[in-house]
């Protein structure tokens, strides 16, 4: 744990230390004058709050696709008949193994071909649904009872009604393991970004601070402007995480159950 926290708890540190503290030696851990300057340097060199308004809306849209897209086949694949279940689920599963970089290029000539490049819908719609998502859902919505559902089937309800009111209710800690697994790899999702956006403006905030980053003109040699900005980066995973872990903490303890 030390390991996993010593490199976070640094960079959280040093965004907040002056540049006497930062280039101290031996290392000064905590900070002998506690500033916000470096936050105040990088918002007037970059444009910040664009680049976090596009990160969030598309973390938080890519998540809800996610859970409405994954939750609606996961259940399908569970709880349902039809032709062709098992091939669908066989290809799901093939897809978990294919590795996401080679997936760039077809991809990418996808999006170039429809002329979503440099647009919002070029980083959102290739992960409106994943197969890691159709997987955890499927495996949780089998664990619900048949009886229940044919309970209400029985009552008059529909198959809309059932999985809306009945089934999504029952897998609350899946639907927030995914979430956050979700949130986490959109926030932080370089590659695609960098590679379907040409327009600064709409670039992510991993992006953006990447390209800040090598620019020397702009860092001016400072590190705590750098690690302001990876302070931003990762404060909203975190935010996240701590709204979600009950839920996440609950789905991983009954995984091995479903």
């Not at 708890?9 to 300057?37: C, H, N, Q, R, Y």
């Amino acid at each position: 744990m030390a390991v996993m926290v010593a490199p976070f708890l640094w960079m959280a540190l040093s965004a907040f230390k002056s540049e006497k503290d930062l280039g101290a030696t031996p290392t000064v851990w905590i900070p002998e004058d506690w500033t916000l300057i470096h936050f105040e340097k990088l918002v007037g060199l970059l444009d910040v709050g664009a680049h976090f308004f596009n990160s969030t809306l598309v973390a938080v849209v890519v998540t809800a696709c996610n859970l409405v897209f994954c939750s609606m086949l996961g259940y399908a694949l569970a709880k349902l008949n039809f032709a062709g279940k098992r091939p669908v689920f066989a290809l799901v599963m093939c897809a978990l193994m294919v590795p996401g970089n080679l997936m760039l290029m077809p991809m990418f000539v996808m999006v170039s071909k429809m002329g979503l490049i440099d647009s919002y819908a070029a980083l959102i719609l290739p992960f409106a649904a994943g197969a890691f998502g159709v997987f955890l859902m499927r495996q949780f919505m089998t664990a619900i009872p048949d009886e229940l559902l044919e309970a209400a089937r029985i009552d008059g309800a529909g198959e809309w009604f059932i999985f809306w009111r009945i089934a999504m209710p029952l897998v609350k800690p899946a639907l927030a393991t995914l979430a956050i697994f979700t949130f986490l790899q959109s926030w932080n999702n370089f590659l695609w970004p960098l590679v379907a956006t040409n327009d600064p403006g709409k670039y992510t905030l991993p992006v953006a601070l990447a390209t800040f980053a090598i620019d020397p003109t702009k860092t001016n040699g400072s590190n705590g402007v750098l690690m302001a900005g990876a302070f931003l980066v990762v404060l909203p995973v975190l935010l996240v995480f701590i709204l979600l872990q009950r839920y996440f903490t609950q789905g991983i303890a009954t995984a091995g159950l479903k």
